[in-house]
T-cell receptor
Framework: KQEVTQIPAALSVPEGENLVLNCSFT??????LQWFRQDPGKGLTSLLL?????REQTSGRLNASLDKSSGRSTLYIAASQPGDSATYLC????????????FGAGTILRVKS | GAVVSQHPSRVICKSGTSVKIECRSL??????MFWYRQFPKKSLMLMAT?????????EQGVEKDKFLINHASLTLSTLTVTSAHPEDSSFYIC?????????????FGPGTRLTVL
């Protein structure tokens, strides 16, 4: 059974810091991995999607990497801003499950001004 | 592109009543829609998967008669919480994807906050 773990569960940093969020998954047989942002009481905003054949994806200040063989992904946020404060969710799409996504519990990020 | 909407965004109802939540794909045809439930400070739990024109596939532990899902068209799926009780209070999120099996992305709606009194 695929399980997704995110570390740390919560993180508080001062504005301007670079930071890394970690995601690990137990089964490397995946179609892709996706990072989402969720603001309190809101839905999910997709940040980056990495296909299984890719190693990383970048969008602005965000960079996500994927090491499928070791079952790990990282989300790097450069020069963090208070507006980055949110919960960040990692999800994998296991080949075994077809179209389903399996989510981690998320990392709650707070960027202090 | 790839926008998914949900209606209503918030609903408060009395115990024992039924509540219907709509999920629409606004600019694409969704062959598959998913319904998730999220408890406070927890991650998303998949409830069911629905394909247009066929019965929904429910995850283990999800009551089919309690959570009725209809995917009548390629742009609309509905979740009806029947005879709602306070323990059904939660944040419900839908997502939609197009195409068959493959690397197609899921697009998520903004969620519906259900409070049962």
């Amino acid at each position: 059974k695929q399980e997704v773990t995110q570390i740390p569960a919560a993180l508080s940093v001062p504005e301007g810091e670079n930071l890394v969020l970690n995601c690990s998954f137990t089964d490397s047989a995946i179609y892709n991995l996706q990072w989402f942002r969720q603001d309190p009481g809101k839905g999910l905003t997709s940040l980056l999607l990495i296909q299984s054949s890719q190693r990383e994806q970048t969008s602005g200040r965000l960079n996500a990497s994927l090491d499928k063989s070791s079952g790990r992904s990282t989300l790097y946020i450069a020069a963090s801003q208070p507006g980055d404060s949110a919960t960040y969710l990692c999800a994998v799409r296991p080949i075994e499950y077809g179209n389903k996504l399996v989510f981690g519990a998320g990392t709650i990020l707070r960027v202090k001004s | 592109g790839a926008v998914v909407s949900q209606h209503p965004s918030r609903v408060i109802c009395k115990s024992g009543t039924s509540v219907k939540i709509e999920c629409r794909s606004l600019d694409f045809q969704a062959t598959t829609m998913f319904w998730y439930r999220q408890f406070p400070k927890k991650s998303l739990m998949l409830m069911a998967t629905s394909n247009e024109g066929s019965k929904a596939t429910y995850e283990q532990g999800v009551e089919k008669d309690k959570f009725l899902i209809n995917h009548a068209s390629l742009t609309l799926s509905t979740l009806t919480v029947t005879s709602a009780h306070p323990e059904d209070s939660s944040f419900y999120i839908c997502s939609a994807r197009y195409g068959g099996l493959g690397n197609n992305e899921q697009f998520f709606g903004p969620g519906t906050r259900l409070t049962v009194l």
